[in-house]
């Protein structure tokens, strides 16, 4: 087993030399933990960043939502798309933009943000279905992964070699993460969402994704992103069923004819790798 090449400790002091998340990005997260807030004076500060306002449109009026008509302002996309859905595009689009990476960055970060992106829209289907709070559901999935950009940021030499590792050696990150580091990337991803105060729900799928039955308390929330990085990993039928019951996630009593009925359909899985694009 290779020794640990750095302290986790010694990674998360790196965590605050991350560019910040712009002040109005900030509020938006805090907008969750509030059913008080002011969402026409939320709206107003966001269509006051154009290039905020720029990306969200972009994605809004894509093939994905496939809206009868272009829509041309924030509090349009509001209207029509819901608060819920225009506050995840704004944070997806903040956050890509904050986590640009170095030029010579191996990571490929399109094919990161794709399967974010699918992941986002099998676990707003599957929360709609399985009766979870859908209001978390899309932004849970698409900040699921996000250690492994932290990781790219923070110690992008180490990093590569993990990835190196893991295509040669087609062993799960996971176990290489552990025994290059000692620990794993989803640790760290749930430290930067706390530390960026996103509601306990999220940092508990950041934390528990890959192991929900590592969980101290059941949160529906981590099982539906698991089934969705499941599904997006090409894990379907009984095989799928069969490693929900080895977790805290078969107390939810999922079945495949369950999962089958609301499965989003090839194409818009397209559109939202397409999303990837626009962000």
């Known amino acids: ?20 998340l712009p002040l109005i990005v900030q509020e938006v997260i805090a907008s969750f933990n509030d059913a008080d807030m002011d969402t026409t004076s939320l709206t107003k500060k966001i269509a006051q960043d154009q290039g905020l306002s720029a990306k969200v449109l972009r994605v809004a009026n894509s093939p994905f939502y496939g809206l009868p008509r ?10 029509i798309l819901g608060f819920d859905c225009v506050r995840s595009l704004v944070l ?15 990571f490929d970060r399109l094919a990161y943000w794709q399967r974010c992106f699918r992941v986002a829209t099998y676990s707003k289907a599957l929360a ?12 849970a999935g698409m900040f699921y992964d996000i250690g492994l950009l932290v990781l790219d940021l923070c110690i992008p030499e180490q ?17 290489i993460e552990q025994a290059g580091l000692g620990f794993g990337h989803a640790e760290i991803g749930a430290e930067i969402i706390r530390r960026w105060n996103f509601p306990l729900e999220i940092e ?21 992103v698991h089934v969705a990085a499941l599904l997006e990993n090409g894990v379907n039928g009984d095989e799928l069923v069969a490693k929900l019951g080895a977790t805290w996630c078969g107390r ?11 499965l989003p359909p090839p194409e818009q899985l397209d559109a939202a790798s397409s999303l990837a694009k626009s962000s």
């Open 252 to 262: 939810m009593q999922i079945t495949w004819e369950r999962i089958e009925a609301c």
């Open 128 to 139: 709609s279905c399985l009766r979870v709070d859908q209001k978390m559901a899309f932004t």
């Open 70 to 79: 272009k829509v041309g302002s924030i509090q349009e996309a509001i209207t």
């Open 159 to 175: 990093f590569a070699a993990l990835l190196q590792q893991q295509a040669t050696s087609n062993l799960p990150l996971i176990e």
């Open 92 to 106: 997806s689009a903040s956050v890509a933009k904050t986590f640009a990476g170095a030029p010579n960055s191996t």
């Open 1 to 20: 087993m290779m020794s640990p090449t750095i302290d986790k400790q010694e990674l998360f002091s790196k965590l605050h030399q991350l560019p910040s």
């Open 204 to 224: 508990q799928v950041t934390r528990y994704w890959q192991q929900p039955e590592l969980q101290t308390t059941f949160v529906p929330l981590v099982c539906v």
